[in-house]
């Protein structure tokens, strides 16, 4: 009997100034869990019921394995506390490779999803060689649409989307 092991695609860990974005692991699932239960997820579709999050998670987790991308955790530099999570999502419900962010209560407003974002963009174009990325955002989350645009997304109101409710915005490639 002959035994082939597949080869998984690595998942990156990118570093910013401040940032570490790495692959989730369990340690991370209970506050993935509260955020996505909480009303903080409603522009998402939430609150999510336990199972429903779950199913979230590991689907973030699977694109890796299935499609060599998928979302990343965002740590702190300095002491390792995980604020949140950016991701690069794609499969038959998404239309487009889309770059989503979330982050945990207590950590807005002070640039970190804007560098994970950044990050994670540039790593799709330069290195996963993507040709195009959109941010699908429910129409009345005014702060994430302000993020795509400040990440120099444009609005695009022809673009396909599975929710009526979102609007789509096209990044476009920032040269490293």
């Given amino acids: 009997m002959s035994v082939k092991t597949q080869s998984s695609p ?11 974005l790495r692959a989730p692991n369990m340690a991370d699932w209970s506050l993935y869990a509260v955020f996505m239960a909480s009303d903080r997820a409603a522009h998402m579709g939430g609150p999510f019921t336990k199972a429903a999050a779950w199913g979230m998670f590991c689907h973030d987790v699977a694109q890796w394995r299935l499609m060599g991308h998928g979302s ?13 999570q950016v991701g690069i999502n794609a499969g038959p419900l998404f239309p487009e490779h889309e770059l989503g962010w979330l982050l945990y209560p207590g950590f807005e407003g002070q640039g970190y999803a804007l ?14 060689g993507l040709k195009t990325l959109v941010s699908y955002i429910h129409c009345d989350n005014d702060k994430s ?26 990044h476009v490639v920032v040269p490293t």
Avoid: Q
């Fill in 10 to 20: 690595s998942i990156p860990v990118i570093e910013t100034d401040r940032l570490r």
């Fill in 115 to 128: 560098e994970a974002a950044a990050a994670l963009r540039n790593w799709g174009f330069n290195v996963l």
């Fill in 145 to 170: 649409r302000r993020l795509a645009e400040r990440l120099g997304a444009l609005l695009d109101e022809t673009a396909e989307r599975h929710d009526p409710e979102d609007v789509v915005y096209r």
């Fill in 72 to 84: 990343l955790m965002i740590d702190k530099r300095v002491d390792g506390t995980c604020i949140g």
